[in-house]
Protein backbone atom coordinates (compact mmCIF):
# COMPACT_ATOMS: atom_id res chain seq x y z
CA UNK A 1 0.00 0.00 0.00
CA UNK A 2 1.58 3.27 -1.10
CA UNK A 3 1.19 5.71 2.06
CA UNK A 4 1.16 9.82 1.77
CA UNK A 5 2.56 12.00 4.19
CA UNK A 6 1.46 15.66 2.83
CA UNK A 7 3.03 18.44 3.96
CA UNK A 8 0.76 20.41 6.56
CA UNK A 9 -1.11 23.25 5.39
CA UNK A 10 -2.64 25.14 8.47
CA UNK A 11 -0.82 28.33 9.78
CA UNK A 12 1.61 27.98 12.51
CA UNK A 13 0.86 23.98 12.33
CA UNK A 14 4.98 22.93 12.54
CA UNK A 15 4.31 18.89 13.04
CA UNK A 16 4.79 16.61 11.01
CA UNK A 17 2.71 12.87 10.75
CA UNK A 18 5.67 10.52 10.08
CA UNK A 19 9.44 10.63 11.30
CA UNK A 20 12.20 8.87 9.70
CA UNK A 21 11.90 6.39 12.59
CA UNK A 22 8.26 5.59 11.74
CA UNK A 23 8.83 5.62 7.94
CA UNK A 24 11.27 2.86 8.44
CA UNK A 25 9.25 0.71 10.50
CA UNK A 26 6.15 1.22 7.49
CA UNK A 27 8.65 -0.03 4.91
CA UNK A 28 9.33 -2.33 6.71
CA UNK A 29 6.29 -3.50 7.27
CA UNK A 30 5.95 -3.94 3.61
CA UNK A 31 4.57 -0.30 2.17
CA UNK A 32 5.46 2.14 0.04
CA UNK A 33 5.71 5.91 1.50
CA UNK A 34 5.64 9.20 -0.20
CA UNK A 35 6.83 12.50 1.57
CA UNK A 36 5.83 15.31 0.17
CA UNK A 37 9.08 17.98 -0.26
CA UNK A 38 10.06 19.68 3.00
CA UNK A 39 6.95 18.43 5.03
CA UNK A 40 9.02 17.63 8.06
CA UNK A 41 11.54 20.76 8.17
CA UNK A 42 10.20 22.59 10.09
CA UNK A 43 9.95 19.63 12.66
CA UNK A 44 13.67 19.65 11.53
CA UNK A 45 13.23 16.41 9.74
CA UNK A 46 14.89 16.71 6.61
CA UNK A 47 13.88 14.91 3.06
CA UNK A 48 17.52 13.29 2.78
CA UNK A 49 16.57 11.32 6.28
CA UNK A 50 13.58 10.05 4.79
CA UNK A 51 15.48 8.90 1.93
CA UNK A 52 17.70 6.94 3.74
CA UNK A 53 15.19 4.99 5.00
CA UNK A 54 13.43 4.09 1.96
CA UNK A 55 10.74 7.47 1.35
CA UNK A 56 10.28 8.76 -1.75
CA UNK A 57 10.29 12.74 -1.71
CA UNK A 58 7.72 13.86 -4.53
CA UNK A 59 5.89 17.51 -4.48
CA UNK A 60 2.52 15.86 -4.07
CA UNK A 61 1.78 12.96 -1.65
CA UNK A 62 -2.05 12.64 -2.42
CA UNK A 63 -1.44 11.20 -5.57
CA UNK A 64 -1.36 7.48 -5.81
CA UNK A 65 -2.00 7.13 -1.80
CA UNK A 66 -4.31 4.88 -0.75
CA UNK A 67 -3.00 6.02 3.26
CA UNK A 68 -3.04 10.04 4.41
CA UNK A 69 -1.28 10.25 7.27
CA UNK A 70 -1.74 14.00 8.67
CA UNK A 71 -1.08 16.19 11.94
CA UNK A 72 -4.48 18.47 10.93
CA UNK A 73 -7.28 17.26 8.81
CA UNK A 74 -7.12 18.17 4.71
CA UNK A 75 -8.84 21.07 4.32
CA UNK A 76 -9.40 23.38 1.16
CA UNK A 77 -7.63 22.33 -1.98
CA UNK A 78 -6.34 19.46 0.39
CA UNK A 79 -9.97 17.54 0.44
CA UNK A 80 -10.21 17.77 -3.33
CA UNK A 81 -7.02 15.97 -3.99
CA UNK A 82 -8.54 12.81 -2.44
CA UNK A 83 -9.00 9.99 -4.58
CA UNK A 84 -12.47 8.15 -3.29
CA UNK A 85 -11.61 5.34 -1.14
CA UNK A 86 -9.10 6.97 0.11
CA UNK A 87 -8.32 6.16 4.32
CA UNK A 88 -7.05 9.50 5.98
CA UNK A 89 -5.72 9.80 10.00
CA UNK A 90 -5.47 12.79 11.26
CA UNK A 91 -7.08 15.01 13.95
CA UNK A 92 -10.11 16.27 12.54
CA UNK A 93 -11.58 18.43 15.50
CA UNK A 94 -14.53 16.27 14.74
CA UNK A 95 -17.02 17.90 16.78
CA UNK A 96 -16.07 21.40 14.95
CA UNK A 97 -15.46 20.14 12.00
CA UNK A 98 -17.56 21.53 8.66
CA UNK A 99 -15.92 19.16 5.72
CA UNK A 100 -17.09 15.95 7.38
CA UNK A 101 -20.01 15.47 4.77
CA UNK A 102 -17.40 16.26 2.26
CA UNK A 103 -14.69 13.92 3.09
CA UNK A 104 -18.26 11.26 2.98
CA UNK A 105 -19.36 12.44 -0.27
CA UNK A 106 -16.00 12.01 -1.73
CA UNK A 107 -16.00 8.18 -0.13
CA UNK A 108 -13.32 9.34 2.31
CA UNK A 109 -13.07 6.80 5.04
CA UNK A 110 -11.67 9.47 8.36
CA UNK A 111 -10.47 8.22 11.71
CA UNK A 112 -10.37 10.90 13.95
CA UNK A 113 -7.67 10.32 16.46
CA UNK A 114 -8.90 12.63 19.14
CA UNK A 115 -11.51 10.20 19.68
CA UNK A 116 -9.56 7.25 21.02
CA UNK A 117 -10.94 5.68 24.34
CA UNK A 118 -9.53 6.62 27.22
CA UNK A 119 -10.30 3.47 29.04
CA UNK A 120 -9.10 1.24 26.76
CA UNK A 121 -5.60 0.26 28.00
CA UNK A 122 -4.35 -1.36 24.69
CA UNK A 123 -5.13 2.08 23.13
CA UNK A 124 -2.60 4.18 25.72
CA UNK A 125 0.42 3.70 23.40
CA UNK A 126 -2.05 5.40 20.37
CA UNK A 127 -3.30 8.83 22.66
CA UNK A 128 -2.47 11.76 20.68
CA UNK A 129 -4.38 13.93 22.95
CA UNK A 130 -2.16 13.02 26.24
CA UNK A 131 0.97 13.01 24.24
CA UNK A 132 0.70 16.40 23.03
CA UNK A 133 -0.50 17.66 26.04
CA UNK A 134 2.33 16.53 27.72
CA UNK A 135 4.72 18.62 25.92
CA UNK A 136 2.42 21.71 25.86
CA UNK A 137 2.22 21.40 29.65
CA UNK A 138 6.00 21.71 29.83
CA UNK A 139 6.31 24.24 27.17
CA UNK A 140 3.02 26.80 28.47
CA UNK A 141 5.36 27.27 31.92
CA UNK A 142 8.27 28.12 30.10
CA UNK A 143 6.13 30.61 27.90
CA UNK A 144 4.83 32.08 30.75
CA UNK A 145 8.68 32.13 32.34
CA UNK A 146 9.31 34.07 29.89
CA UNK A 147 6.97 36.80 29.56
CA UNK A 148 7.20 36.96 33.52
CA UNK A 149 9.43 39.82 35.01
CA UNK A 150 10.35 38.08 37.97
CA UNK A 151 12.38 34.99 39.01
CA UNK A 152 11.00 31.71 39.43
CA UNK A 153 12.77 30.35 42.86
CA UNK A 154 13.72 32.02 45.98
CA UNK A 155 17.22 33.10 45.78
CA UNK A 156 18.86 34.73 49.02
CA UNK A 157 21.65 37.53 47.47
CA UNK A 158 23.39 40.46 49.63
CA UNK A 159 20.90 42.56 47.65
CA UNK A 160 18.19 40.98 49.37
CA UNK A 161 15.91 37.97 49.30
CA UNK A 162 13.87 37.13 46.32
CA UNK A 163 10.69 35.77 46.71
CA UNK A 164 9.18 32.31 44.80
CA UNK A 165 6.45 32.88 42.12
CA UNK A 166 3.38 31.88 43.22
CA UNK A 167 2.00 30.05 40.26
CA UNK A 168 -1.76 28.71 40.49
CA UNK A 169 -2.43 26.17 37.62
CA UNK A 170 -6.06 25.01 36.49
CA UNK A 171 -6.72 21.96 35.31
CA UNK A 172 -5.46 18.78 36.24
CA UNK A 173 -5.36 16.20 33.59
CA UNK A 174 -2.15 15.36 32.01
CA UNK A 175 -1.29 19.13 30.77
CA UNK A 176 -1.45 20.20 34.14
CA UNK A 177 0.25 17.45 36.03
CA UNK A 178 3.29 18.41 33.55
CA UNK A 179 2.70 22.24 34.10
CA UNK A 180 3.30 21.48 38.02
CA UNK A 181 5.94 19.20 37.59
CA UNK A 182 7.95 21.72 35.79
CA UNK A 183 6.75 24.80 37.06
CA UNK A 184 8.65 23.13 40.87
CA UNK A 185 11.52 22.57 39.08
CA UNK A 186 12.14 25.82 38.50
CA UNK A 187 11.49 26.70 42.49
CA UNK A 188 7.95 28.26 41.96
CA UNK A 189 5.53 27.75 44.99
CA UNK A 190 2.67 25.64 42.87
CA UNK A 191 -1.29 25.52 43.82
CA UNK A 192 -3.60 23.62 41.44
CA UNK A 193 -7.26 22.79 41.41
CA UNK A 194 -9.67 20.42 39.12
CA UNK A 195 -12.98 19.18 39.28
CA UNK A 196 -11.77 15.77 39.56
CA UNK A 197 -11.28 14.94 43.42
CA UNK A 198 -8.88 11.86 42.53
CA UNK A 199 -6.65 14.73 40.94
CA UNK A 200 -5.71 15.92 44.90
CA UNK A 201 -3.21 12.91 45.24
CA UNK A 202 -1.48 13.58 41.83
CA UNK A 203 -0.89 17.55 42.63
CA UNK A 204 0.54 16.44 46.35
CA UNK A 205 2.62 13.98 44.91
CA UNK A 206 4.25 16.64 42.20
CA UNK A 207 4.57 18.71 45.71
CA UNK A 208 1.73 20.98 44.65
CA UNK A 209 -0.55 22.33 46.71
CA UNK A 210 -4.30 21.00 46.57
CA UNK A 211 -6.84 23.96 46.52
CA UNK A 212 -9.78 22.15 48.09
CA UNK A 213 -13.54 22.74 47.28
CA UNK A 214 -16.19 20.93 49.78
CA UNK A 215 -18.49 18.38 48.08
CA UNK A 216 -21.40 17.17 49.10
CA UNK A 217 -21.27 13.08 48.59
CA UNK A 218 -24.01 13.14 45.96
CA UNK A 219 -21.62 15.25 43.97
CA UNK A 220 -18.18 12.79 44.88
CA UNK A 221 -19.62 10.14 43.54
CA UNK A 222 -20.23 12.05 40.57
CA UNK A 223 -17.10 13.18 39.96
CA UNK A 224 -15.74 10.00 40.84
CA UNK A 225 -18.00 8.42 37.82
CA UNK A 226 -16.58 10.80 35.44
CA UNK A 227 -13.45 10.13 36.43
CA UNK A 228 -13.40 6.77 35.08
CA UNK A 229 -14.08 8.05 31.60
CA UNK A 230 -11.04 10.57 32.23
CA UNK A 231 -13.22 13.57 31.84
CA UNK A 232 -14.87 16.30 34.28
CA UNK A 233 -17.75 16.09 35.07
CA UNK A 234 -21.41 18.68 35.56
CA UNK A 235 -20.98 20.31 39.15
CA UNK A 236 -23.59 21.81 41.01
CA UNK A 237 -24.49 25.09 41.88
CA UNK A 238 -23.10 25.23 45.23
CA UNK A 239 -19.34 24.23 44.03
CA UNK A 240 -19.55 26.41 41.40
CA UNK A 241 -20.31 29.14 43.75
CA UNK A 242 -17.67 27.73 46.44
CA UNK A 243 -14.96 26.97 43.71
CA UNK A 244 -15.18 30.45 41.82
CA UNK A 245 -14.35 31.69 45.62
CA UNK A 246 -11.47 29.91 46.11
CA UNK A 247 -10.05 30.36 42.76
CA UNK A 248 -11.03 33.85 42.89
CA UNK A 249 -8.84 34.14 46.24
CA UNK A 250 -5.75 32.11 44.59
CA UNK A 251 -5.59 33.54 41.10
CA UNK A 252 -5.55 37.23 42.83
CA UNK A 253 -2.63 36.07 44.78
CA UNK A 254 -0.69 34.14 42.17
CA UNK A 255 2.00 35.68 39.92
CA UNK A 256 1.53 32.92 36.91
CA UNK A 257 -1.91 31.40 36.27
CA UNK A 258 -1.91 28.49 33.69
CA UNK A 259 -5.22 27.51 32.48
CA UNK A 260 -5.67 23.38 30.96
CA UNK A 261 -9.57 22.74 30.82
CA UNK A 262 -11.30 21.59 28.18
CA UNK A 263 -14.32 19.84 27.17
CA UNK A 264 -14.50 17.14 24.19
CA UNK A 265 -16.87 18.53 21.35
CA UNK A 266 -17.42 21.71 23.11
CA UNK A 267 -16.60 24.93 24.55
CA UNK A 268 -13.45 25.39 26.99
CA UNK A 269 -15.62 26.04 30.17
CA UNK A 270 -14.91 29.56 31.59
CA UNK A 271 -13.08 29.36 34.86
CA UNK A 272 -11.49 33.20 35.29
CA UNK A 273 -13.86 36.00 35.10
CA UNK A 274 -12.32 39.60 34.24
CA UNK A 275 -12.97 40.75 37.73
CA UNK A 276 -10.91 38.16 39.17
CA UNK A 277 -8.22 39.34 36.95
CA UNK A 278 -8.57 43.21 37.76
CA UNK A 279 -7.50 41.78 41.09
CA UNK A 280 -3.96 40.37 40.34
CA UNK A 281 -0.67 42.06 40.80
CA UNK A 282 1.03 43.94 38.38
CA UNK A 283 3.41 41.89 36.34
CA UNK A 284 0.88 38.74 36.55
CA UNK A 285 0.76 36.33 33.68
CA UNK A 286 -1.70 33.95 32.67
CA UNK A 287 -1.61 31.54 29.88
CA UNK A 288 -5.20 30.15 28.26
CA UNK A 289 -4.35 26.98 27.00
CA UNK A 290 -8.09 26.75 25.72
CA UNK A 291 -7.94 29.43 23.71
CA UNK A 292 -8.40 28.24 20.65
CA UNK A 293 -11.68 26.42 21.95
CA UNK A 294 -13.45 29.46 23.35
CA UNK A 295 -10.57 30.11 26.66
CA UNK A 296 -10.49 29.77 30.14
CA UNK A 297 -9.92 33.10 30.65
CA UNK A 298 -11.95 36.20 30.06
CA UNK A 299 -10.29 38.76 27.63
CA UNK A 300 -7.87 36.10 26.06
CA UNK A 301 -7.57 36.35 22.30
CA UNK A 302 -5.94 33.25 20.03
CA UNK A 303 -2.08 34.54 19.37
CA UNK A 304 -2.43 37.55 20.64
CA UNK A 305 -1.28 38.72 23.99
CA UNK A 306 -3.82 41.12 26.09
CA UNK A 307 -3.06 43.67 28.29
CA UNK A 308 -4.68 44.51 30.98
CA UNK A 309 -4.83 48.10 32.74
CA UNK A 310 -3.69 46.64 35.91
CA UNK A 311 -0.89 45.49 34.10
CA UNK A 312 -1.63 41.82 34.01
CA UNK A 313 -0.56 40.17 31.00
CA UNK A 314 -3.18 37.13 29.16
CA UNK A 315 -1.32 34.72 26.78
CA UNK A 316 -3.41 33.35 24.28
CA UNK A 317 -1.14 30.86 22.41
CA UNK A 318 -2.21 28.30 20.27
CA UNK A 319 -0.88 25.27 19.36
CA UNK A 320 1.63 25.02 21.85
CA UNK A 321 3.14 20.95 21.00
CA UNK A 322 3.74 23.04 17.65
CA UNK A 323 6.45 24.85 19.25
CA UNK A 324 7.98 22.06 20.46
CA UNK A 325 7.49 20.40 17.09
CA UNK A 326 10.76 17.87 16.56
CA UNK A 327 9.73 16.08 19.82
CA UNK A 328 5.83 16.67 19.10
CA UNK A 329 5.55 15.12 16.14
CA UNK A 330 8.40 12.12 17.16
CA UNK A 331 5.34 11.37 19.78
CA UNK A 332 2.97 12.17 17.37
CA UNK A 333 3.60 9.77 14.67
CA UNK A 334 4.72 6.74 17.43
CA UNK A 335 0.98 7.33 18.09
CA UNK A 336 0.18 7.10 14.65
CA UNK A 337 1.95 4.25 13.98
CA UNK A 338 0.67 2.16 16.34
CA UNK A 339 -2.88 2.79 15.16
CA UNK A 340 -2.26 2.11 11.65
CA UNK A 341 -1.17 -1.39 12.80
CA UNK A 342 -4.38 -2.28 13.66
CA UNK A 343 -5.83 -1.59 10.19
CA UNK A 344 -3.83 -4.28 8.54
CA UNK A 345 -5.08 -7.73 9.33
CA UNK A 346 -3.11 -10.87 10.32
CA UNK A 347 -2.01 -11.37 6.68
CA UNK A 348 -1.05 -7.96 6.52
CA UNK A 349 -4.10 -6.83 4.28
CA UNK A 350 -5.63 -3.63 4.65
CA UNK A 351 -9.07 -4.21 6.47
CA UNK A 352 -11.31 -1.27 8.01
CA UNK A 353 -13.36 -2.68 10.32
CA UNK A 354 -16.45 -0.36 11.48
CA UNK A 355 -17.29 -3.08 14.47
CA UNK A 356 -13.49 -2.90 15.97
CA UNK A 357 -13.55 -1.33 19.27
CA UNK A 358 -10.80 0.99 18.20
CA UNK A 359 -11.69 1.74 14.76
CA UNK A 360 -15.18 2.05 15.93
CA UNK A 361 -14.45 5.04 17.94
CA UNK A 362 -12.73 6.98 15.52
CA UNK A 363 -14.67 6.15 12.08
CA UNK A 364 -15.90 9.03 11.60
CA UNK A 365 -16.89 8.84 7.62
CA UNK A 366 -16.76 6.18 6.04
CA UNK A 367 -18.94 4.63 3.19
CA UNK A 368 -20.30 7.28 2.36
CA UNK A 369 -21.49 8.23 5.51
CA UNK A 370 -21.07 10.08 8.48
CA UNK A 371 -20.59 8.01 11.65
CA UNK A 372 -19.98 10.45 13.83
CA UNK A 373 -23.08 11.66 16.17
CA UNK A 374 -22.61 15.35 16.80
CA UNK A 375 -26.09 16.09 18.32
Not at 141 to 153: D, S, T
Not at 274 to 289: C, F, N, Y
Not at 327 to 344: G, H, I, M, P
Given at each position: ??????????????R???TP????????????????????V???Y???A???V??T????????S?L?L???AP???E?Q??????????M??P??????D?????N????A?????R?????QN??????????A????????????????????????T???AR???M???????Q?????KR???V?E?T??RP?A???VE?LG?????V???PEEQ?RA???A?N??????????I?D????V?KA????????T?AL?????A????K????A?M?P????L??A???GG?????????TV??????K?????????T??????????R???????T??????????????????????T????????R?
Amino acid sequence: MQIGIPTETVAGENRVAATPETVKKLIGAGHSVVIERGAGVKAAYIDSAYEQVGATIKDDAYQGSQLILKVRAPVGDEIQKLSANTTVVAMFDPYRNPDLDTFANQNVSAFALELLPRTLSRAQNMDVLSSQANLAGYKSVLLAAAEYQRMFPMLMTAAGTVKPARVVIMGVGVAGLQAIATAKRLGAVVEATDLRPTAKEQVESLGGKWLDVPMSPEEQARAEEAAKNGYGWTPGEQYIKDQAAIVDKAVSNADIVITTALLPGRNAPRLIKAETVAKMKPGSVILDMAVETGGNVEGSKVGETVFTENGVKILGVPNIPSTLSTEASALYARNVFNFVETLFDANKNFSINPEEEIQKALLVTHGGQVLLKRG
